[in-house]
């Protein structure tokens, strides 16, 4: 499939509008992330974690993570911001990181400030260490300097709020980062409500746009987040894992009550549909003109 370049998502963002993506774990949920209609695929770390079974606490590799992206990339046409946690390493291993996902097909990269390895930012009473202002400064200036494409875009993710560092060091530290040359900056958040998003992005006084992931506080609607002027991209982080689990759950345990599949067989999507996905019609089509 013939793939859009990282412009797609830049050219949303430069006219002041706001990317819709949507998480995806792997190449089956980004291609129904296409089909739904939204702009962009979120390569997330939490959701390949969860899908292989794991704790997001670093212990997924680089090689496994950009080997999902690339497949990701090889059946969808949407533009792919790909999460790199903290670049797997120091500014030198950034450098390597930015290299391979670029190479790979992703549109963007986000790589935050946390301390390898990271443990994921929701969880209850988790160890969020943050680096150094210049340390991450210098991940950043490498991130830059490595890409080949100019509109591939590099975000900074800040973790202050979450570390509880508060709202004045998330802005130094996004104003750092800018500094250093980072195109987009997202400022997460794990609070119940949307105030203290709301409270930074109000008082922040940079040039690049900001990036919101509101999970925790699901009142972030579209239309409230495109009144703050500043939300270049908003990503639904985890919702394609959750949702799946959800589904699985029920079809499972309806077969278990009723000891077989024939009441469920109805409120699933049939084989038929799966082959669909598969694209198994161009196979047919191959098989006719090739297989002699």
Known sequence: MMRKTSKNLREIVAKGEMARVMAAHDPLSAILVEEAGFDGIWA????????????DVSLVSMAE?????????????????????????????????????????????????????????LIEGGRQELVSIPEFQGKVEAAVSARK?????????????????????????????????????????????????????????????????PT????????????????????YGNHAVRGAVTGMRQVFAQIIKDGGIQNTDAEIVPVSEIFRLQRMDQVTESEKRFLR
């Open 216 to 235: 925790a506080y699901p009142q972030m609607t579209e239309a409230r987040a495109k009144a703050l002027k500043k939300v270049g991209i908003l990503i």
């Open 149 to 213: 494409d100019s509109d591939f875009l590099i975000i900074a993710r800040t973790e202050a709020l979450i570390a509880g560092r508060g709202e004045t060091e998330a802005l130094e530290r996004a104003r750092a980062y800018e500094a250093a040359g980072a195109d987009m900056i997202l400022i997460h958040s794990k609070q119940k409500t949307p105030d203290e998003i709301e409270s930074f992005i109000n008082n922040w006084d940079g040039n690049a746009p900001i990036v919101i992931v």
């Open 44 to 55: 997330s770390g939490f959701e390949y974690s969860a899908a292989m079974g794991l704790a």
């Open 65 to 121: 993570h950009l080997t999902n992206m690339r497949h990701m990339a090889e059946r969808t046409s949407l533009p792919i911001v790909a999460d790199v946690d903290t670049g797997y390493g120091n500014a030198i291993n950034v450098l390597y990181t930015i290299e391979q996902y670029e190479a790979a097909g992703a549109a963007a990269v986000v790589i935050e400030d946390k301390m390898f390895p990271k443990v994921t930012s």
